[in-house]
């Protein structure tokens, strides 16, 4: 069976929020987020500072705690299980990626050791084919073999991120949270990892959630796209349909901001 | 193939006052396999705004699309997905890719998201471009710097790359020298000679005449101005 025949099979989402909302104190994190992902599907959020797009992403990957709403993975209530089952799952299942390879990253660690170290933490042991599934995943993302012995912190902006991309991949997640992964990048370099990540989802079928400010990266990336305000989902549909036929006034301003080049 | 019925369609300019504008209201047409419909009526009679509705990259106001078994006016954005992937061709006046990504990646790349083959996908790719004309020195090169209308010939051999048994084409023949309109016009006749039905816009006169089968104007679905 081919991938594409299986995504058409699979007719449940991977992932269903409900009602997702988390507070500090009296102000609004997030409110009322509702959505469904599914396989292979890449789900773009987009807003300005301090919409809530961040805040969202954190409380769904479980580095914060929501207040209310519900968030479905494969079936299984993730708010509801045990602390060690959720963990067990962002190990294997899930993987994120931050917007500064730093938090995502052990700089002190070699490339291969970053890499082979998110394959231990899942069971594995023999040395030999850690490293050789190291290597195998530096050179998927384009890391030159020889390179493999050098730590992180002799690597250039956009080498860390392919790095972390690896790290975060090898154990062959389902669903990728990625926070502006392209943010403190040269455009050039943003183009390859966008390429990357491209050929990525479609060749593995990944699901990701993918938040970040630059609507051309969501244009490129995302199949769907969700536009946040004060916390708030305000519009979401097709990528290229709601940037090109903004239904919001908050949507319409956004789109009509952007400078062309 | 393609049915559209009682299709309506405005604007709100939320940033303008809330200005509501009505452009199109009524429109109905359909498109068999095998057909080739061109859309005809003057600039800003609403041509790509229908083309871009059967697409899914504008919502409808109202009535409905159909395109094989779905209706892209209420279909979920998974659904329209699916369709664009299998179904519905889109040849646009505008390339959109990643910088930097090879041409014959850009043109093989509906194919690989297809599950296709990916040495298979490249040499449908290559069999197109080289039909075209695109040199082969270019293709290891990002489409993005070439000439309009060279890129414009990327743009249709990734619409024709997989056959899809519905396609859009937005002016496919302008810029192009005689020799490359007459691959193009080709391609068309075997695409609905293998049955796809084709709605397009056709600027050129005499393509308009040689490939269409029937013309339908846009202006006869113009809202009425209330009285």
């Given amino acids: ?261 | 193939m393609i049915r559209i019925e009682n299709l309506s369609k405005s604007f709100t300019l939320h940033n303008q006052g809330g200005a509501v504008i009505p452009v199109m209201a009524g429109a109905a047409l359909t498109v068999g396999p095998g057909e080739c419909v061109g859309l005809t009526g003057p600039s800003g009679a609403g041509k790509s705004t229908l083309m871009r509705m059967v697409h899914g990259n504008y919502l409808a106001a109202g009535g409905s699309i159909r395109v094989g078994e779905l209706d892209v006016a209420t279909a979920e954005p998974r659904q329209i997905i699916a369709l664009r992937r299998q179904v519905l061709g889109h040849v646009s006046q505008f390339l959109r890719v990643v910088p930097r990504v090879p041409t014959l990646e850009v043109v093989a790349e509906p194919l690989l998201a297809l599950g296709t083959d990916a040495e298979e996908a490249r040499e449908r790719a290559a069999a197109l471009l080289r039909r075209l004309n695109i040199p082969e020195r270019l293709w290891p090169l990002s489409p993005t710097t070439f000439s309009g209308g060279e890129q414009q010939r990327v743009n249709i051999a990734r619409g024709f790359v997989h056959a899809y048994p519905a396609l859009l084409l937005d002016e496919p023949t302008a810029s192009l020298d005689a020799a490359n309109r007459e691959v193009v016009l080709n391609l068309i006749e075997e695409a609905k000679a293998r049955g796809a039905a084709i709605l397009g816009i056709f600027h050129d006169e005499a393509a308009r005449a040689r490939v269409c089968d029937r013309l339908v104007d846009v202006t006869g679905f113009t809202p009425k101005a209330a009285a």
């Fill in chain 1, 1 to 261: 069976m081919t991938l594409m025949e299986r995504m058409a099979m699979t007719d449940q989402p991977l992932l269903r929020v409900e009602g997702l909302t988390k507070r500090y104190g009296q102000r609004i994190g997030c409110a009322e987020v509702s959505f469904d992902l599914y396989p292979g599907e890449v789900l773009g959020i987009v807003g300005e500072s301090g919409s809530g797009k961040s805040t969202l992403l954190s409380c769904l990957a479980g580095h914060q705690r929501a207040d209310l709403g519900r968030i479905v993975y494969d079936g299984r209530d993730v708010l509801a299980m045990p602390e060690t089952e959720r963990r067990r799952l962002s190990r294997t299942d899930w993987a994120y990626v931050h917007q500064n390879p730093r938090d995502g990253l052990r700089m002190g660690v070699s490339a291969g050791g970053n890499v082979g170290e998110r394959l231990m933490a899942v069971g594995a042991r023999h040395y030999g084919e850690i490293r050789g599934k190291a290597a195998d995943w530096l050179a998927r993302v384009e890391i030159a073999a020889d390179r493999i012995d050098d730590r992180p912190s002799a690597f250039s902006g956009g080498m860390q991120q392919r790095l972390q991309i690896a790290r975060n991949l090898v154990t062959g997640p389902r669903l990728v949270f990625m926070d502006e992964p392209t943010g403190g990048l040269d455009v050039s370099v943003q183009a390859r990892l966008l390429d990357l990540l491209r050929g990525l989802v479609r060749d593995l079928g990944l699901s990701v959630i993918i938040v970040t400010h630059d609507l051309a990266v969501v244009r490129l990336l995302a199949h769907r796209l969700m536009v946040m305000k004060s916390g708030r989902v305000v519009e979401q549909g097709l990528t290229d349909q709601v940037l090109d036929d903004p239904q919001h006034a908050y949507t319409q301003l956004l789109v009509s901001s952007v400078l062309q080049v």
